[in-house]
């Protein structure tokens, strides 16, 4: 028996289908010629590290535990290795002696900060403001540091600071003498101290206060909390660089959003206290003699930002909530 097949298809559609699979073929067979040669553009000038892929780099040698994944390809290509993330180039250094070449010998060259991309988008309202989002230690970044030090952390400063900080622990004692047999949130508790006291250094009054609800969907700790969500959210610009700008995930957006909401808490009060002026120079917070200085709005707000987003506020917190449990237990 003679079993005959029949197909509908002409040589034509054939050839217009193997035409259409070839394109898409050629296409990413380039793509992988153009990433590897990126990628092995001068290799040789770079410290030893690991093969890394087209496309993908070694993000799958980091895997979900890159502080012990490192710590292992350390052992084999030396202390001071190249890696690429997606198709960013990060050099790691993993021993004693290499961190002092990178942040003391050759400090001045090694300066530069890898800024969150959400945050160079044009007209950002951080970047090159606060002194945490500087790309470059250039002028304006000495002028912010400058400040900081003689303003915030010198010893003088240090000492003037003692009486608040008082106050603020004993006002949580007393609130928490309030709450006497009933559950209480510490953290929040301690976190609404630790808050005032830096908003008092930066502006002399009081930003949230222990009432603030916990569940409560807006407000200075709610905003400040998605903030900092948002800006550790992985974005694809950070893998693969020629995306940066784009805000394809949205994030630059929301971050302003919060981000004007947050300076809507204290932007009145420097308002108000540029329109009365310094009344006896070199005296009052740290608003004061940034507006004796000249700084702008744009710049204190970054400047506020700053120091609320990466103020020491968080450890201490943990700090205080772990040394309360060994003290309940």
Same mark, same amino acid.
């Given at each position: 028996?003679?079993?005959?097949?029949?197909?509908?298809?002409?040589?034509?559609?054939?050839?217009?289908?193997?035409?259409?699979?070839?394109?898409?073929?050629?296409?990413?067979?380039?793509?992988?010629?153009?990433?590897?040669k990126l990628f092995s553009?001068?290799?040789?000038?770079?410290? =030893?590290?690991?093969?890394?892929?087209?496309?993908?780099?070694?993000?799958?040698?980091?895997?979900?535990?890159?502080?012990?994944?490192?710590?292992?390809?350390?052992?084999?290509?030396?202390?001071?290795?190249?890696?690429?993330f997606g198709s960013r180039?990060?050099?790691?250094?993993?021993?004693?002696?290499?961190?002092?070449?990178?942040?003391?010998?050759?400090?001045?060259?090694?300066?530069?900060?890898?800024?969150?991309?959400?945050?160079?988008?044009?007209?950002?309202?951080?970047?090159?403001?606060?002194?945490?989002?500087?790309?470059?230690?250039?002028?304006?970044?000495?002028?912010?540091?400058?400040?900081?030090?003689?303003?915030?952390?010198?010893?003088?400063?240090?000492?003037?600071?003692?009486?608040?900080r008082e106050k603020k622990?004993?006002?949580?004692?007393?609130?928490?003498?309030?709450?006497? $047999?009933?559950?209480?949130?510490?953290?929040?508790?301690?976190?609404?101290?630790?808050?005032?006291?830096?908003?008092?250094?930066?502006?002399?009054?009081?930003?949230?206060?222990?009432?603030?609800?916990?569940?409560?969907?807006? $407000?200075?700790?709610?905003?400040?909390?998605?903030?900092?969500?948002?800006?550790?959210?992985?974005?694809?610009?950070?893998?693969?660089?020629?995306?940066?700008?784009?805000?394809?995930?949205?994030?630059?957006?929301?971050?302003?959003?919060?981000?004007?909401?947050?300076?809507?808490?204290?932007?009145?009060?420097?308002?108000?206290?540029?329109?009365?002026?310094?009344?006896?120079?070199?005296?009052?917070?740290?608003?004061?003699?940034?507006?004796?200085?000249?700084?702008?709005?744009?710049?204190?707000?970054?400047?506020?930002?700053?120091?609320?987003?990466?103020? =020491?506020?968080?450890?201490?917190?943990?700090?205080?909530?772990?040394?309360?449990?060994?003290?309940?237990?």
């Open positions: 028996m003679v079993l005959v097949i029949k197909t509908t298809m002409n040589p034509t559609t054939l050839a217009t289908g193997d035409t259409n699979l070839f394109f898409p073929l050629l296409l990413l067979l380039l793509l992988s010629l153009i990433t590897f553009t001068k290799r040789s000038s770079l410290p =030893p590290g690991p093969f890394s892929w087209p496309i993908v780099g070694n993000l799958f040698q980091i895997g979900k535990n890159p502080h012990i994944n490192l710590a292992k390809l350390a052992q084999t290509h030396g202390p001071l290795m190249s890696l690429r180039l990060v050099i790691v250094g993993s021993s004693r002696e290499v961190a002092a070449e990178i942040l003391k010998t050759h400090d001045r060259l090694l300066s530069g900060r890898c800024i969150p991309d959400p945050l160079k988008v044009n007209d950002s309202k951080l970047h090159n403001l606060g002194i945490g989002f500087f790309d470059e230690c250039d002028n304006n970044w000495k002028n912010v540091k400058s400040m900081y030090k003689g303003v915030l952390f010198s010893a003088k400063a240090m000492d003037s600071q003692v009486s608040l622990v004993m006002e949580m004692v007393r609130y928490l003498a309030t709450k006497e $047999g009933q559950v209480v949130n510490l953290k929040e508790i301690v976190f609404t101290t630790a808050f005032n006291i830096l908003s008092n250094i930066l502006l002399s009054v009081d930003l949230t206060d222990f009432e603030e609800s916990e569940g409560e969907e807006e $407000g200075l700790k709610v905003w400040l909390r998605k903030f900092v969500e948002v800006a550790g959210t992985p974005q694809l610009a950070d893998l693969y660089p020629v995306f940066a700008g784009w805000d394809l995930q949205g994030m630059y957006k929301r971050m302003m959003k919060l981000f004007d909401k947050i300076c809507d808490s204290w932007i009145n009060i420097v308002k108000q206290k540029r329109k009365r002026g310094i009344q006896i120079l070199g005296q009052g917070d740290f608003t004061d003699a940034l507006i004796e200085k000249g700084f702008s709005d744009d710049q204190i707000n970054a400047i506020f930002m700053v120091s609320l987003y990466l103020s =020491p506020v968080y450890p201490y917190i943990n700090a205080c909530i772990y040394s309360y449990s060994g003290i309940c237990k």
